[in-house]
């Protein structure tokens, strides 16, 4: 039994809509030994793991996966894994629920396991151990068995303290589930504890309980404790008397001046680092003072306020909590020694290291070493029974401090107090140290004073108290940031299809610019924000779209979502507000478990399942058509049939759809809104449908005028840009680019998949061409023979010359072999031999066919490296040094290109249409 393969799904996927772990497990000799016939095997795993009795499994019910496991033959070992692996992360700390176990399409005893995961590091881990334990339980005589050393106990305390390691801090994590709550989107932008809420624009962050709204100026002012301590003292505001000090004998003079008892600190540290309370003697100073120069260089003397230690929280300008911390202790047994007592203190699982839990570990360093010998005592003394002994002289809870809840008896002088002092100090959020006999009573009545600002202060002890109850100290942070009716995602558009993504996902990239807003737009050849490349490659996963969404100058994200991506990781993102699906076609068939059309329009579905407020599906496409029931967007359809039933019917209900309608003076887009409906544009009108007659054009732009009504761009808008939006390189490279400054005509696209070929084909057919129609056609060698073949039997219907080449990655295929492949498609179609070429690189393919072509020919490229075979298109013919002048000529700005109809102009015109495009979605 052995994992061969791990996935990791971080959004959205085909299993489920949050992260899930995918693991391809072989069980070999095990598949034919389900539980039942492993002996005593499930008895020994529910020992080790007695919290697998309450999971529910099919029978959704305690003790379901026990029946499972002890049923007829019982159930086999993948799916003891998928519970396994759940369990573990439990026992971790990170509770999880989801998983299932399929074997799908894979080999007898293969099967995946899949299940869900808080913190991926812990997911995976679990994995392991649970394969470990499982083959450390088969009985002796199966091969499987593991019989090296195993501390089971070890591992799962190893898998806790890596989720510790991994997890959020408290405060942290309780700003995440007061966004989750608000359902703000969140991102962890590092491993510790910067967090972007929101996207775009409108993204705030926080790095622990600092926000992005948090002044520089403030932070910088309450670290300074003496400059804190003027400012306030300024005001009226009660603080104890303070001096600076910098060396120890200073430190000894100003608390006799100040007198005894008094408190020795650095001058800038944090969470009780340094500080030494109720010093009665010179002695006493100088140890303190060399403990406190440790942290800082300049160290603080100030009389010693008696009273309880208080925390109070101010955000926003408002008390939100109150709490009373009491320092680090132990309480005496009589029975054990002090080192004991922490000890046993310290097994508290609610206690970790730092702030990885609510509360912290105690520890026998300097401060408790003094206190312990302060009270003639040492580690190994016996307090009595009862007895409370402190170890720490400050309540801060890392270092061992506990809190009791005191928000409902603070007095309403005091909650002045404190957001006059916070106030002062400029901060949006602030933790007043007020030390004070009781926290009812006002502090104008009773002794008391403010000791310390906070500038990041600790939510802990108010969301996780040791007594009393607890509050919500998070969500006031998320209404400061996000005020009700403020926006917190910029507006998102996912595009997904097997061809015509790219031009539809810049279509509306264009749209949008021109409705006045900033756009981050993922594509095949890169991402761009307003315009301009940012990052060159195939940018369609969900790393581009988390880079697009965490753009802060972005307001609105244009999304071009590929298979490639989805099938690896799924979405980069949770929720869009407008989803289009534009059809799903025979490409890539065969590639990552996706063998038929049906399993590839599952994985394009995704995108439906998040869109949240429209859906726009191609009504002409059934497995497209039928995705409106898994999405809970309002579906929005685009048909090139206006005889459609499904469209006529989705009217008459009050639907939206977009419709291609034949006119007098050729074909109209047109919106229906229920009965309602609205002339877009003349097709003809389009640039890039070359005067209506590029019917793949057609569509894309049908498909992103329903994508801009989704995001409530006005129709005017939408109209101004398509008829700006062109086919030229600058603005689609790649997507049906013309050049005519040869004596015959040059086109380039990527066509590169039967769907798309035959579209080409219907446009060609209807083009009236003086010489011969030459295409060079290349494809991805990771296609499917019966594909690649295809395309190559439409080529052969196409064209009166091919050229066949490679392209510049194989994909696993040998030298020749696609090539060939393609050859012989178009020979079955009847396509002479001495027709075709074979001519393995792209570079010498194209230069033969430029070379080749005649006045009047029509050429054809279908492009792999399409920036490469541009500049052999348009460099043809020149000289080195007339090509080197041409390439200082900067391209026209990307996106806002407009080219007039007349530039673009076919010889003669095509005498009818025909939907679809050529589109890559690796």
Not at 854 to 879: A, C, E, H, Y
Request: proline share 5%; aromatic share 6%.
């Amino acid at each position: 039994m052995m994992i061969t393969d791990r996935r990791v799904f971080r959004g959205p996927n085909l299993y489920a809509l949050y992260p899930v772990i995918r693991l391809t497990v072989d069980l070999g000799e095990l598949e034919e030994y389900p539980t039942q016939r492993l002996g005593d095997f499930t008895r020994r795993l529910l020992e080790h793991m007695p919290g697998l009795q309450q999971h529910t499994c099919s029978y959704d019910a305690p003790g379901g996966l026990v029946r499972r496991m002890t049923e007829e033959d019982g159930t086999w070992l993948g799916h003891v894994l998928e519970h396994v692996a759940i369990e573990l992360q439990g026992m971790a700390g990170t509770a999880v629920t989801y998983g299932k176990t399929r074997q799908y399409d894979l080999p007898k005893g293969q099967y995946y396991v899949i299940y869900e995961f808080e913190e991926e590091s812990v997911g995976l881990q679990a994995a392991d151990i649970g394969l470990s334990l499982i083959r450390h339980l088969l009985p002796p005589d199966r091969a499987a068995q593991d019989g090296s050393p195993f501390d089971f106990q070890a591992e799962v305390d190893d898998l806790a303290r890596l989720a510790d390691r991994r997890a959020l801090g408290p405060s942290t994590a309780s700003l995440v589930r007061a966004a989750i709550k608000r359902d703000i989107p969140w991102i962890r932008l590092n491993d510790q504890s910067l967090v972007q809420f929101g996207h775009g624009k409108y993204q705030r962050r926080i790095q622990a309980t600092v926000t992005s709204e948090t002044k520089h100026i403030a932070v910088d002012i309450a670290s300074d404790k003496s400059l804190t301590n003027e400012i306030l003292a300024d005001l009226g505001l009660p603080v104890p008397r303070q001096a600076i000090v910098y060396e120890a004998p200073e430190a000894v003079g100003a608390a006799e001046r100040i007198g005894y008892p008094v408190v020795v600190k650095p001058l800038d540290a944090n969470h009780g680092r340094g500080v030494s309370l109720n010093l009665q003697n010179a002695q006493q100073v100088a140890t303190a003072f060399e403990k406190a120069v440790e942290h800082s260089s300049t160290v603080i003397v100030e009389n010693y306020v008696t009273g309880n230690d208080h925390r109070i929280l101010v955000v926003n300008g408002k008390v939100i909590a109150c709490a009373e911390r009491l320092p680090g202790h132990v309480v005496g047994d009589g029975i054990h020694s002090i080192a004991q007592l922490v000890e046993i203190v310290n097994l508290d699982p609610r206690r970790g290291v730092g702030h990885e839990k609510v509360l912290t570990k105690l520890l026998l360093d300097h401060q408790a070493e003094r206190l312990i010998a302060q009270a003639g005592h040492t580690h190994d003394t016996v307090i009595p029974d009862g007895l409370v002994f402190a170890l720490r002289s400050t309540g801060n809870l890392s270092t061992g401090g506990t809190s009791v809840d005191k928000t409902d008896v603070i007095h309403y002088d005091n909650r002045v107090m404190a957001e006059r002092a916070v106030r002062a100090i400029g901060l949006d959020v602030g933790g007043v140290d007020f030390i004070c006999p009781d926290i009812s009573r006002s502090w104008k009545e009773a002794d008391g004073a403010i000791v310390e600002i906070n500038a990041a202060p600790g939510f802990r002890m108010h969301v996780a108290p040791s007594e009393g109850k607890a509050r919500d100290v998070a969500g006031p942070v998320m209404d400061m940031l996000f005020p009700a009716g403020t926006p917190i995602r910029v507006p998102i558009a996912a595009i997904t299809g097997t061809n015509g993504k790219t031009t539809t996902t810049r279509m509306v990239a264009h749209i949008m610019q021109l409705a006045g807003y900033t756009v981050g737009m993922t594509t095949t050849d890169g991402v761009y924000i307003n315009g301009q490349l940012t990052v060159a490659g195939d940018m369609t996963g969900p790393w581009a779209a988390k880079l697009v969404l965490r753009d802060a100058t972005i307001d609105c994200a244009v999304l071009e979502t590929a298979r490639g991506g989805l099938l690896r990781e799924g979405l980069g993102w949770r929720k869009c507000n407008v989803g289009a699906v534009l059809n799903v076609a025979a490409d890539h068939l065969g590639l990552r478990g996706v063998n038929t059309l049906e399993e590839l329009a599952k994985v394009k579905e995704i995108v439906a399942e998040v869109a949240q407020e429209w859906i726009v599906l191609n009504a002409d496409d059934p497995l497209v058509a039928s995705m409106d029931r898994r999405s809970p967007g309002h579906p929005f359809y685009v048909t090139m049939n206006p005889g459609s039933d499904l469209v006529r019917a989705h009217i008459a209900k009050g639907g939206r759809a977009m419709v291609l309608e034949q006119g007098i003076n050729g074909q109209m887009i047109t919106y229906y809104e229920g009965e309602k409906n609205t002339h877009l544009l003349w097709t003809h009108l389009i640039p890039a449908t070359l005067e209506g007659h590029a019917r793949h054009n057609v569509a894309n732009s049908m498909f992103a005028a329903a994508v801009g009504i989704g995001l409530n761009v006005p129709l005017e808008t939408i109209r101004q840009g398509l008829r700006t939006f062109t086919s030229s390189f600058y603005q689609t490279p790649g997507r049906l680019n013309i050049f005519d400054e040869h004596p015959f005509r040059v086109i380039l696209d990527y066509a590169h998949n039967p769907h798309a070929m035959s579209e080409v084909n219907h446009l060609l057919a209807r083009m009236r061409v003086h010489g011969r129609k030459i295409g060079v056609v290349g494809v991805a060698g990771d296609r499917r023979d019966v594909d690649i073949i295809e395309l190559g039997e439409i080529a052969g219907r196409t064209f009166d010359r091919i050229i066949a080449r490679e392209d510049d990655s194989l994909r696993g295929r040998a030298q020749g072999e696609a090539m060939e492949l393609i050859a012989r498609g178009a020979r079955q179609a009847g396509l002479p031999a001495s027709s075709i070429t074979l001519i393995s690189s792209e570079i010498d393919a194209v230069d033969a066919a430029l070379r080749e072509a005649r006045p009047g020919d029509l050429l054809m490229i279908f492009g792999d490296n399409i920036t490469r075979s541009w500049k052999q298109i348009v460099f043809f013919g020149k000289t080195k040094q007339e090509a080197e002048r041409a390439e200082l000529v900067p391209p026209l700005p990307l996106m806002l290109v407009a080219e007039p109809a007349s530039e673009i102009n076919m010889h003669a015109m095509p005498a009818a249409g025909v939907p679809g495009h050529a589109e890559t979605e690796d």
